[in-house]
């Protein structure tokens, strides 16, 4: 069964670094660009950042995430990472990994695979 698989989120102080990661299971994720979203209670599903198979990432959403969240591949571990600091209280939000063939894109409907999602809490 081929499957994504969110770790890491939890509850933060404003300020705080959290390091997702997206694990895959039943095929390998070389092959694969992986892009993570967000989406808050109310809100339209986002995209955040993307690395693709060359290990080229693309950043979206760019003025809420610039110079805090930086993403990265581990593809001996089959795993990818979004590293996540200086965290606000606006960055609250369920926290997804996706895959698509090969290249990047901002589009959620062009992924083919969803994790379950982990949740952030960023709250004093």
């Known amino acids: 069964q081929l499957q994504l698989v969110e770790s890491g989120g939890g509850l933060v102080q404003p300020g705080g670094s959290l390091r997702l990661s997206c694990a895959a299971s039943g095929f390998t994720l070389d092959y694969y660009a992986i892009g993570w979203f967000r989406q808050a209670p109310g809100k339209e599903r986002e995209g955040l950042s993307c690395i693709n198979i060359s290990g080229t990432s693309s950043a979206y959403n760019v003025d809420a995430v610039k110079g805090r969240f930086a993403i990265s591949r581990d593809n001996a571990k089959n795993t990818v990472y979004l590293q996540m600091n200086s965290l606000k209280p606006e960055d609250t939000a369920v926290y997804y990994c996706?895959?698509?063939?090969?290249?990047?894109?901002?589009?959620?409907?062009?992924?083919?695979?969803w994790g379950q999602g982990t949740q952030v809490t960023v709250s004093a």
């Open positions: 996706a895959a698509r063939p090969r290249w990047c894109s901002a589009r959620t409907d062009e992924y083919k695979y």
